[in-house]
């Protein structure tokens, strides 16, 4: 289409779902954008060059993917919708574009190929599933569409109500960076919420210093972490101590008396252990719960 007659994107979009007679399929979070600023502005945060592998999830009609490929050297886009997935291959064939791999599978499920960067605007319902699959990769950035209180809360500072379980683990696998909100106007059908782009860059704290001492962060203090983590945001309002108690399940103690004889036993060693079991959840740094969690790792 020549730049005179391009048409808007929004009028695009519904010229596409239209001949091809799509009702939208709220339970896919099939929220489609039709904001060309907003777009323009996603390819932009993701810095794209010709070496760069793209990955994306939901590409939709190609809304993105379209864009990303006339930037980067390939894409790789997933897309669950089977018809969906015919409408953008046979658009991507028509339109001569030959640097897009398609994917018709559950982004949760399959195996990702290589890439170095992932752009998205995610279907919302998988956004925890699939931002910690990506965590699993090697990656150099992400620029990701969220709703808005699922970003908030990626991106939660210790103290406050968005501080999570999801902040507290992102905390040593990621930086989080929040870059524009999108408001509901700009998808059909208009979401209820609204929505936040956000930038992920990867990131590998392999130490952390507890008093003057260094301890390896491995596959293995992670994992005790996340168990911690759990247990903690339970209640997390509660006394860490509490809460541990609470959730004893969640650290493999079934046995109440037990674990608060564990707990006794580091406290009387280590007053630092025991300041930090009487801090509330929320008050309780990453590197803090990092600390309990190295802790209590030869008694879990
Ligand atoms: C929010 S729409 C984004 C569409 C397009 N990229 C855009 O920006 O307008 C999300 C897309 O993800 C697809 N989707 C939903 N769940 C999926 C999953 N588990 N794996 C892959 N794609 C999925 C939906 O069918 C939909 O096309």
Redesign the pocket.
Not at 56 to 61: A, D, L, N, R, V
Not at 105 to 108: G, L
């Given at each position: 289409m020549s730049e005179k007659t391009k048409l808007s994107l929004a009028k695009e979009?519904k010229q596409i779902l239209q001949e091809n007679g799509i009702i939208l399929?709220k339970n896919?979070?099939?929220?489609?954008?039709i904001d060309d600023f907003k777009r323009k502005k996603i390819i932009k945060y993701a810095k794209l060059s010709k070496e760069d592998i793209v990955l994306?999830?939901?590409?939709?009609?190609g809304?993105?993917?379209i864009e990303l490929a006339k930037n980067a050297k390939k894409v790789i886009a997933?897309?669950?919708?089977a018809t969906?997935f015919n409408i953008l291959k046979k658009r991507l064939e028509r339109e001569g574009i030959d640097n897009i791999e398609l994917i018709n599978?559950?982004?949760?499920k399959v195996d990702f190929p290589e890439f170095n960067k992932i752009v998205?605007?995610?279907?919302?319902?998988?956004s925890s599933p699939?931002s910690f699959k990506f965590l699993k990769h090697k990656f150099d950035l992400a620029i990701l569409?969220y709703q808005k209180e699922f970003a908030d809360r990626m991106n939660g500072k210790v103290g406050t109500k968005q501080y999570s379980r999801l902040s507290a683990m992102l905390y040593f696998k990621a930086d989080v960076k929040f870059l524009t909100k999108v408001s509901p106007e700009s998808?059909i059908p208009s979401p209820k919420v609204d929505s936040s782009v956000i930038q992920l860059k990867p990131k590998d704290i392999k130490t952390i210093k507890i008093d003057g001492e260094e301890f390896k962060i491995n596959d293995e203090s992670y994992k005790i972490y996340s168990k911690v983590v759990k247990a903690l945001f339970q209640h997390r309002n509660k006394k860490s101590k509490n809460a541990l108690i609470d959730s004893r399940h969640m650290i493999g103690f079934k046995d109440k008396k037990e674990l608060k004889s564990v707990l006794k036993h580091l406290e009387d060693k280590n007053p630092k252990f025991k300041e930090l079991l009487l801090e509330r959840t929320i008050n309780l740094s990453p590197e803090s719960i990092m600390e309990l969690s190295i802790l209590l790792k030869d008694h879990l």
């Open positions: 979009t399929n896919l979070g099939q929220n489609y954008l994306e999830i939901g590409p939709g009609i809304t993105l993917t997933i897309e669950q919708d969906i599978e559950d982004a949760v998205s605007n995610l279907p919302y319902q998988i699939i569409m998808f």
